[in-house]
């Protein structure tokens, strides 16, 4: 047997990081167990205090799922500091469930960020041969980005068993987007049809998907009430009460940054 036959008996197949693992690595890299997301990602507030779509809606208009990762993904591993991260292309693909070493997986990554600058939630710059993403404000003012404890402003804390338990596999956008509506407000909230579109620029049938998505994966509980309505016909209608469930049942806090005790208040 020659030298080259035994070389290539040798030659074993080489492991490569998995999605799961490669999200894993940089969850720990972030050094906390939540990612704080302002309110004002989800709803903006009027100077009348009036509710009006916030950055959410565009990825939901867009049906941009794998934006909407792209971005959660990039917010929790930006931590501290300047809120930036400096990663390459392909391990940001790999998280996303992408052929690293395609070259379309790689300018999909490149797209994504473009698409999220365009909507002011990140700037990305240059390190080297690699995509610096900072973090902007939460809102898309494209304002510098603050923790909104420091700001004393209300945020929703997405703990990372959002990808640790692989909801963001099991979730469409749809149940995604009520999520993190929902994780907003608390339990026992009312999300009339009817109003959806103003206060939160999705569509009723978004809104529908997305409980029955979430009512699925026994994330949501409902109630429902009665309530006297005169004009109705039958006199009465119906009112549907909604709570967010473990393991996204955190309540809102403006007290503590992520990653501290676990005890938040409202």
């Excluded at 996303?96 to 490149?110: F, M, N, P, R």
């Excluded at 002011?120 to 690699?130: F, Q, T, V």
């Amino acid at each position: 047997m020659g030298a080259g036959t035994c070389n290539a008996a040798r030659v074993t197949k080489i492991k490569r990081a998995t999605a799961e693992q490669t999200i894993e690595a940089l969850l720990q890299a972030s050094k906390r167990d939540l990612l704080p997301l302002s309110y004002r990602f989800v709803q903006h507030r009027t100077k009348q205090d009036k509710g009006v779509a916030g950055p959410l809606a565009s990825f939901v208009s867009a049906h941009n799922l794998r934006g909407l990762h792209q971005y959660l993904l990039a917010h929790a591993s930006a931590s501290g500091g300047e809120f930036e991260v400096t990663r390459d292309s392909r391990i940001w693909a790999r998280a996303l469930a992408l052929d690293e070493e395609k070259a379309s997986s790689q300018a999909a990554v490149s797209k994504g960020w473009s698409w999220l600058e365009q909507k002011k939630l990140i700037r990305r710059g240059r390190r080297g041969r690699l995509s610096k993403i900072t973090l902007l404000s939460d809102d898309a003012s494209g304002a510098p980005y603050r923790h909104p404890a420091d700001l004393g402003e209300p945020y929703l804390a997405l703990p990372y068993v959002f990808w640790r338990q692989k909801w963001h596999e099991r979730l469409d956008l749809s149940a995604t987007a009520v999520l993190l509506i929902g994780m907003t407000l608390r339990p026992g909230f009312i999300l009339p049809q009817s109003h959806v579109q103003e206060w939160y620029g999705i569509s009723p049938t978004t809104l529908s998907k997305g409980i029955k998505g979430l009512r699925n994966a026994n994330l949501l509980a409902v109630k429902r009430d009665t309530e006297v309505a005169p004009l109705a016909p039958k006199g009465f209608r119906f009112v549907y009460h909604y709570t967010v469930l473990k393991p996204f049942d955190r309540r809102p806090s403006t007290k503590k940054k992520v990653g501290e005790p676990d005890d938040q208040e409202a």
